[in-house]
């Protein structure tokens, strides 16, 4: 986040989508940044709250009046979740899913004639159209009877074929896959290799001009796919080799899984969402015909982060699910087991349990509905937003869950096949939380998607001020840099001295949550100096504090949470007034939790965690692991794979296609 090839798009290269490096896998972490770079969108042609909120700017105007959505279109994805609500309660037995680790076949057939496989796909092309708010809603509810089904509707759409055809796909693509898809085919996305996760860089998987020029011919191994062993469709991206007159680079290509040279060789298994079809997948000599490529040559990570910017919302609808669905068994079992002459969650220490999860669920829900509204009329970026909500919602689910686990005691632990052949309700509860663990990975790490929030975040800093702090950059670039950067900061420093949260009447139109509006405000703006004073202090070796950009990232959540919870509970106050109760107890317990992430910017131990971890690495301490049977050191911990036909077998599983059924 550093130098001037994370902000300007490679020599000779227009659209900022430049080629690999010469070798995949051999790269330096300049490379590496350079690809991840120019994948980016650069160009902020729409307003963004998370944008100004980073800048220290409360643009409540973005997002008051609460965004609605559009009336006729909402009543027929009411019908749809009515439909698909009857339906999951009756014929989806969640506990067989997670006891078989498989899920029906006739389940596949049943969502199909739903219309669940098309519910992002536009009506013309035979799916449900369904704005990004109805969708997650339909996701957050068939996730609370199998989380596994919830994988599997969002892998397929938010980020399988449907939605990169949807954004780049040419007519004659979507007439051709996007009706199949609507009907019930599963899709999936495929992109992780066995030692590639987020580095795109390394990618392996190659793509070979066929000598005719007629298509490519795919070779290459990929971890991790889910739907991967039942997709009939595939959005594969492998890496095309730079040539005179051909730009190369990673480039998406959708590919027919029964395609000659495909081979699954494993279904992988994991801690929890044990239905999950997760396959690693081998590509020998595929020959995908050129009119598969999806959005030309080299835009294959450009597609996919544009692709997640709405993509990445399926995953906290199902932390949302999972929120409700945590408060409802925490409510009820708390107001009936009684320790010690009352209620357990009569006891305080019970009680700031259950208030955390009321409260982080209606949080949760408020900061998804508002970015899907945003993302619905298309009026705004939200890149920023859809990646907060990610990252917060990822990251308080598993909290929550923690905590319905302590509430539930002993039963929290035990399973719920256990809890039933005593005669006790079977609330899944550890299971839950073992299906939660996978969302602070899924889609981007919490680490990761510090370090994309925190680029974009600084975007405008760097855009200004990226060549001076650039070893690599020339004089006469840190010159203009200097010039004009001196006339940004000249007008943007003042307006972070003072505003409207320190005015006692500030955002009185608010009611009794006006004064968590004021904090917000302030807080922002000392947000915004914060980052300054970061990139000030440490300038170039910024990217290297992942600890403070972390920080820096989650207070930006907490504020953003708090404005949605405010504006949400206010625009609701006469039909719903006990929103408002919830969201002053959210506030409250974010402005705490925003105190103490203020402390740890500079009071912290990460320089010293640093230092530690080197010498860890190195092995100086290696004697604290004497006394105990280590995993054995016979095999490696990345699996090398070798280029050629596959030796094992297809354990691809074949559901019936809606033609067949």
């Not at 159209?129 to 969708?135: A, T």
């Not at 009680?351 to 409260?359: N, Y």
């Not at 995993?631 to 077998?649: F, H, N, R």
Request: hydrophobic letters at 40%; aromatic letters at 6%; glycine letters at 10%.
């Amino acid at each position: 986040m550093t130098t001037t090839e994370q902000n300007r798009p490679a020599a000779g290269d227009s659209d900022g989508v430049g080629p690999l490096p010469t070798e995949a896998g051999q790269v330096t972490e300049r490379e590496a940044r350079q690809v991840a770079e120019a994948a980016r969108e650069a160009e902020w042609g729409k307003p963004s709250f998370g944008k100004e909120l980073f800048l220290g700017r409360l643009r409540l105007d973005l997002i008051d009046p609460w965004p609605q959505p559009e009336p006729e279109r909402a009543a027929r994805a009411e019908e749809f979740l009515s439909r698909l609500g009857a339906y999951v309660r009756s014929d989806v037995d969640g506990e067989a899913i997670e006891r078989d680790a498989r899920i029906p076949d006739e389940v596949f057939a049943g969502l199909g004639r739903l219309g669940a496989f098309g519910m992002k796909i536009d009506q013309k092309y035979g799916g449900l159209g369904l704005s990004n708010l109805h969708y997650c809603r339909a996701l957050t509810l068939a996730g609370s009877v199998s989380p596994v089904i919830g994988a599997l509707l969002s892998a397929h759409q938010s980020i399988g074929v449907p939605q990169p055809l949807k954004i780049f796909g040419t007519d004659e693509q979507k007439q051709r896959f996007l009706p199949r898809l609507a009907a019930g085919e599963v899709s999936a996305f495929l992109l992780t290799e066995p030692d590639v996760g987020s580095d795109p860089a390394r990618l392996a998987t190659t793509a070979e001009p066929t000598e005719d020029g007629t298509g490519y011919r795919l070779n290459g191994v990929k971890l991790w796919a889910t739907n991967g062993t039942v997709a009939s469709l595939l959005v594969v991206m492998a890496r095309v080799p730079a040539a005179e007159g051909r730009r190369g680079g990673i480039t998406a290509f959708v590919v027919e899984a029964d395609s000659p040279g495909i081979t699954v060789e494993r279904r992988n298994a994991f801690l929890g969402l044990r239905g999950l079809e997760n396959s690693l997948t081998r590509f020998t000599d595929v020959v995908v015909p050129a009119e598969n490529v999806v959005g030309g040559e080299g835009r294959g990570l450009k597609i996919a982060l544009t692709t997640l910017n709405t993509g990445r919302l399926s995953l906290p609808a199902m932390c949302v699910g999972a929120g409700k669905w945590s408060l409802n068994v925490a409510r009820e079992w708390a107001a009936e087991r009684v320790q010690w002459g009352r209620p357990v969650g009569g006891h305080e220490a019970v009680a700031s349990k259950l208030a955390f999860i009321a409260a982080t669920t209606y949080g949760m829900e408020t900061m998804l509905d508002l970015s899907c509204l945003l993302a619905d009329d298309d009026r705004n970026d939200i890149r920023i937003e859809a990646a907060l909500v990610k990252l917060y919602a990822s990251e308080m689910a598993w909290k929550i869950a923690d905590e319905l686990v302590q509430i539930r005691g002993g039963r929290g632990y035990e399973t719920a096949e256990s809890l039933a052949a005593r005669g006790e309700r079977p609330a899944a509860v550890e299971q839950i939380l073992r299906d939660l663990r996978i969302n602070r990975i899924f889609e981007g790490s919490t680490e990761i998607m510090h370090l994309l929030i925190a680029r974009e975040a600084v975007d405008a800093h760097l855009s200004v001020a990226g060549d001076i702090i650039d070893p690599e950059a020339e004089l006469g670039q840190k010159v203009r840099a200097g010039a004009k950067a001196g006339a940004f900061y000249a007008r943007w420093l003042p307006s972070l001295a003072v505003g409207r949260g320190q005015t006692p009447s500030g955002y009185a139109e608010y009611g009794n949550l006006a004064g968590h509006l004021r904090h917000v405000e302030r807080t922002a703006r000392k947000l915004a100096r914060s980052t300054f004073w970061g990139m000030s202090r440490w300038q170039g070796k910024l990217e290297h504090k992942q600890g403070f950009l972390g920080r820096i990232v989650d207070i930006g959540a907490e504020l953003f949470a708090m404005s949605a919870v405010c504006v949400r509970a206010n625009a609701e106050r006469e039909t719903r007034p006990e929103g408002v109760e919830l969201a002053d107890l959210f506030c409250r317990q974010a402005r705490v939790r925003v105190a103490a992430l203020f402390r740890a910017l500079w009071e912290n131990t990460d320089s010293v965690d640093t230092v530690a971890a080197k010498r860890i690495l190195a092995g100086r301490y290696a004697f604290l692991e004497d006394g105990v049977v280590t995993p054995a050191a016979d095999l490696p911990w990345v699996a090398a794979w070798q280029p050629g036909p596959s030796t094992a077998e297809d354990v691809r599983r074949r559901i019936p296609r809606p033609d067949e059924r």
